[in-house]
């Protein structure tokens, strides 16, 4: 196990540098000039020039990745171009929101979402069966910025219950959690029904009623662990989405998080910010998928991994 691991790590090396270049093509692609949109709308070419030259941009393209990699090597993603801060303290700072919104609706997604799709196959072809996978497709069904709209009128601007700008209190992350794990719930649902009743239909169940053992010590101790090795899968391909979801979330709330900072950085052309970002999803995505794969051997200790 350790020998895949490490091997894993190391495979990161050539993955994030192809991330790298794809992100400096992407960013350099992008329509607007930095410098322009830094500068203001009634900077002269002067100006705006002297602007690029302080940013670097007036460096081929060749320079300025090499200069990128060399110093992303280092840990150093240079300056904001806005905030002319550090990248890393930009970052640093929308950390700890983007991951505690993050958590908080998988860890609400994951339990709601796998008890219903229990009860959906334990009761499958009933009505609580139809119930739940109605709500779970009207749940993948409503767009993310939709229903963070609708929760904001009803329960901020109607109700007045809860608050919807800021990160400062357990309040504070209703209403986007709810929002950003409903889709990823709604999953979880249908994908742990599709894989609860295969189990239910396995031998080893039937064993297991035979000897007299209650069907709910059945389905939780046979059925559920057998029935977690793939949902434990989608649990990691839904935290990734969850990643990229908090995009459309932090800026439908106003989040002070990753999400919100990665489209003002778009917003203005901001290169090293968006890099930096882009970079942290794909290094966060692909350690989740090994914890995942990890994991693996947990639940089913059949699996080994060489």
Request: charged share 15%; no cysteine; hydrophobic share 55%.
């Amino acid at each position: 196990m350790l020998n895949y691991v490490i091997k894993r790590l190391l495979g990161l090396i050539p993955t994030l540098f192809i991330v790298s270049v794809l992100v400096f093509l992407f960013v350099h692609m992008l329509p607007g000039d930095p410098a322009r949109l830094i500068a203001g709308p009634e900077a002269d070419a002067q100006v705006i020039e002297l602007v690029r030259q302080q940013l670097g941009l007036d460096q081929s393209l060749y320079y300025q990745f090499w200069h990128y990699i060399s110093n992303a090597v280092q840990g150093d993603f240079g300056l904001s171009m806005v905030s002319r801060r550090p990248v890393a303290d930009e970052i640093a700072s929308r950390f700890m929101p983007t991951l505690w919104l993050t958590i908080t609706s998988m860890v609400w997604a994951v339990i709601f979402g796998m008890a219903a799709g229990i009860v959906a196959a334990v009761w499958r072809n009933r009505w609580p069966d139809r119930l739940s996978m109605t709500i779970a497709v009207s749940g993948i069904s409503f767009p993310a910025f939709a229903l963070g709209m609708l929760l904001i009128q009803v329960f901020s601007v109607e109700l007045g219950w809860l608050p919807t700008v800021g990160a400062d209190s357990w309040q504070h992350y209703i209403l986007p959690s709810l929002t950003l794990g409903a889709a990823v719930a709604a999953v979880m649902a249908r994908f742990t029904r599709a894989s609860f009743v295969d189990v239910l239909s396995e031998d080893y169940m039937r064993t297991a009623r035979a000897k007299g053992v209650s069907e709910t010590w059945v389905i939780l101790k046979h059925g559920l662990r057998n029935a977690m090795i793939p949902v434990v899968t989608m649990m990691g391909l839904q935290f990734g989405f969850l990643l990229g979801g908090s995009i459309v979330v932090e800026k439908v709330f106003n989040w002070p998080g990753l999400g919100r900072l990665l489209v003002d950085s778009v917003e203005m052309r901001d290169y090293p910010v968006i890099q930096a970002e882009i970079l942290l999803f794909s290094l966060e995505f692909i350690l989740i998928n090994l914890v995942v794969d990890v994991l693996y051997a947990a639940i089913n200790p059949a699996i080994r991994y060489k």
